[in-house]
């Protein structure tokens, strides 16, 4: 007798655990691939397995086995109700970062159109996201990757939004004056290497993951282009590590004297955010 879809997914998850990889990754994947919700799997699930979807199956388990990401396998993410295209190029966007694009939301007035730019953009998954919120701000996205630059421009025209793409190393290239900056950028120093998830580790980006002096070599960058490349009144929004509070809201209280510079914190309780104001 065929087996069902949810025997051969129970079986499937548990050969992911014994791999230390989570078992859930496999049902995610195939959810995805079959264009089914819960309630769909629900209908389907105790229904035999056709033969397309078990090679399906042990295809993409090969893979999740080796600790792949199963964004990377699908090709999308999604991120803050929209799906985002990912590459091996770009960084797979994370909850904690849709916490930062609502406090954006939430500390930005939306009666006027003001310039705001995303430094290191990665899918375009901040930028973009801001720009669907509110369509009449005049965003810009930065990035210093030409192939992430083209997974955002792609994000771009399947979201079916117009911002502005700049290829620059942090805002060296970028000529005006935003009144927000917003940014996720490298933030993990070379030292935490072997406490990092082997996925992260082996599979995204380098480049959009570390940086040097323990991680804080782009934030003292955004610092010190910021003094000219932010306007009087402006904020700034930064993702940071959650042992890198202090270090980061010292290096923009430096910079900006005047401002309060805030630590804020994830919905785990971690210190997530920093806010320039």
């Given at each position: 007798?065929?087996k069902?879809?949810?025997e051969?997914l129970?079986w499937?998850?548990?050969?992911l655990?014994?791999?230390q990889?989570?078992?859930?990754?496999?049902?995610y994947v195939?959810?995805?691939?079959?264009?089914w919700n819960?309630?769909?799997w629900?209908?389907h699930?105790?229904?035999p397995?056709?033969?397309?979807a078990?090679?399906q199956?042990q295809?993409?388990?090969?893979k999740l086995?080796?600790?792949y990401?199963?964004?990377?396998?699908?090709?999308?993410?999604?991120?803050?109700g929209?799906?985002?295209?990912?590459t091996e190029?770009?960084l797979i966007?994370?909850?904690e970062t849709e916490e930062l694009?609502?406090?954006?939301l939430?500390l930005?007035p939306n009666?006027r159109?003001?310039?705001l730019v995303d430094?290191?953009?990665?899918t375009g998954?901040?930028?973009?996201?801001?720009k669907?919120?509110?369509?009449?701000w005049q965003?810009s996205?930065v990035?210093l990757?030409?192939?992430a630059?083209?997974?955002?421009k792609?994000n771009?025209e399947?979201l079916q939004?117009?911002?502005?793409f700049?290829?620059s190393d942090?805002?060296?290239?970028?000529g005006?004056?935003?009144?927000?900056?917003?940014?996720?950028?490298?933030?993990?120093?070379?030292d935490?290497?072997?406490?990092?998830d082997?996925?992260?580790r082996?599979?995204?980006?380098k480049?959009?993951?570390f940086?040097e002096?323990q991680g804080l070599?782009?934030?003292?960058?955004?610092?010190?282009?910021?003094?000219?490349k932010?306007?009087?009144?402006?904020?700034?929004?930064?993702?940071?590590?959650?042992?890198?509070?202090?270090?980061?809201q010292k290096?923009?209280q430096?910079?900006f004297?005047t401002?309060?510079?805030?630590i804020?914190?994830?919905?785990s309780?971690q210190?997530?955010?920093i806010?320039?104001q």
């Amino acid at each position: 007798m065929a087996k069902t879809y949810r025997e051969v997914l129970q079986w499937a998850s548990s050969f992911l655990e014994e791999k230390q990889v989570e078992g859930k990754a496999i049902e995610y994947v195939f959810l995805a691939r079959m264009g089914w919700n819960k309630t769909q799997w629900l209908l389907h699930m105790n229904e035999p397995i056709s033969n397309q979807a078990y090679e399906q199956i042990q295809a993409d388990l090969a893979k999740l086995a080796t600790h792949y990401p199963p964004q990377y396998l699908l090709g999308f993410a999604e991120f803050y109700g929209y799906q985002f295209k990912v590459t091996e190029d770009t960084l797979i966007p994370r909850p904690e970062t849709e916490e930062l694009v609502e406090k954006c939301l939430q500390l930005i007035p939306n009666d006027r159109a003001i310039k705001l730019v995303d430094i290191g953009t990665g899918t375009g998954a901040i930028a973009l996201t801001l720009k669907k919120e509110r369509p009449n701000w005049q965003i810009s996205a930065v990035d210093l990757s030409l192939k992430a630059l083209a997974v955002a421009k792609e994000n771009a025209e399947k979201l079916q939004t117009t911002i502005q793409f700049y290829h620059s190393d942090c805002l060296s290239e970028v000529g005006e004056q935003f009144e927000v900056i917003v940014s996720n950028p490298p933030y993990i120093s070379v030292d935490e290497w072997q406490f990092m998830d082997q996925s992260v580790r082996e599979f995204e980006p380098k480049m959009a993951l570390f940086a040097e002096k323990q991680g804080l070599a782009i934030y003292e960058k955004i610092a010190e282009q910021a003094k000219e490349k932010l306007t009087t009144n402006g904020k700034i929004f930064l993702e940071i590590g959650f042992q890198q509070g202090q270090a980061v809201q010292k290096i923009f209280q430096e910079a900006f004297p005047t401002k309060q510079v805030g630590i804020y914190q994830d919905l785990s309780g971690q210190d997530r955010m920093i806010i320039v104001q």
